[in-house]
Antibody, heavy 129, light 107 residues
Framework: QVQLLQSGPGLVKPSQTLSLTCAIS??????????WNWIRQSPSRGLEWLGR?????????DYSVSVKSRVTINPDTSKNQFSLQLNSVTPEDTAVYYC???????????????????WGQGILVTVSS | DIQMTQSPYSLSASVGDRVTITCRAS??????LNWYQQKSGKAPKLLIY???SLQSGVPSRFSGSGSGTDFTLTISSLQPEDFATYYC?????????FGQGTKVEIK
């Protein structure tokens, strides 16, 4: 059974950096059959994918254009977790932040479908002074 | 980015009703479409993946269909625990994108 446990502060001041961690149990951040994602949810933006990290012989990252200049997602293989850093936050970054596993179903040659099958518990992050 | 549009935005239904929610992609996504259920204060829960595959542990009253740009989630007989918000999501490409949600309320 995979579990994702999120940690981090619920209040961040404007212009500072939002930092969250997602600890993985029951799978590996280095898995070849998953990617590890951050997603946020707010009334104004709905569910918004922020980015992902994954290993396929080497590490890759993909980020949403909307936050690409401000976001970093890093794996930590020693602790089997991954993190989100979002710089220069504004009140518009106030949201519930989720981590999620995007599982891949693969045959011998290709991965043909992906789905978010496990999610963290979510953390409400408020950007306010 | 691929835009996902759900309809209706909300609906009212009674226990036992058959409920259908539709999702349209702004371009073809083949069968790379997933459905989630979200209850207040909780993370989304996967119901259907690859358009029509039922996630393990999800009741068989939930079903999905479609391909290309048009997809449907059907609840064959609505139960009290099904009152929630439902989202579609495409996994054809990055960025992953979600529909705006359909809230299913008690009539």
């Amino acid at each position: 059974q995979v579990q994702l446990l999120q940690s981090g502060p619920g209040l961040v001041k404007p212009s500072q950096t939002l930092s969250l961690t997602c600890a993985i149990s029951g799978d590996s951040v280095s898995s070849n059959y998953a990617t590890w994602n951050w997603i946020r949810q707010s009334p104004s933006r709905g569910l918004e994918w922020l980015g992902r990290t994954y290993s396929r012989s080497k590490w890759f990252n993909d980020y949403s254009v909307s936050v690409k200049s401000r976001v970093t997602i890093n794996p930590d293989t020693s602790k089997n977790q991954f993190s989100l850093q979002l710089n220069s936050v504004t009140p518009e970054d106030t949201a519930v932040y989720y981590c999620a596993r995007d599982r891949a179903d693969c045959n011998s040659t290709t991965c043909y479908t992906y789905y978010f099958d496990y999610w963290g518990q979510g953390i409400l992050v408020t950007v306010s002074s | 980015d691929i835009q996902m549009t759900q309809s209706p935005y909300s609906l009212s239904a009674s226990v036992g009703d058959r409920v259908t929610i539709t999702c349209r992609a702004s371009q073809s996504i083949s069968g790379h479409l997933n459905w989630y259920q979200q209850k207040s204060g909780k993370a989304p829960k996967l119901l259907i993946y690859a358009a029509s595959s039922l996630q393990s542990g999800v009741p068989s009253r939930f079903s999905g269909s479609g391909s290309g740009t048009d997809f449907t989630l059907t609840i064959s007989s609505l139960q009290p625990e099904d009152f929630a918000t439902y989202y579609c999501q495409q996994s054809s490409s990055t960025p992953r994108t979600f529909g705006q949600g359909t809230k299913v309320e008690i009539k």
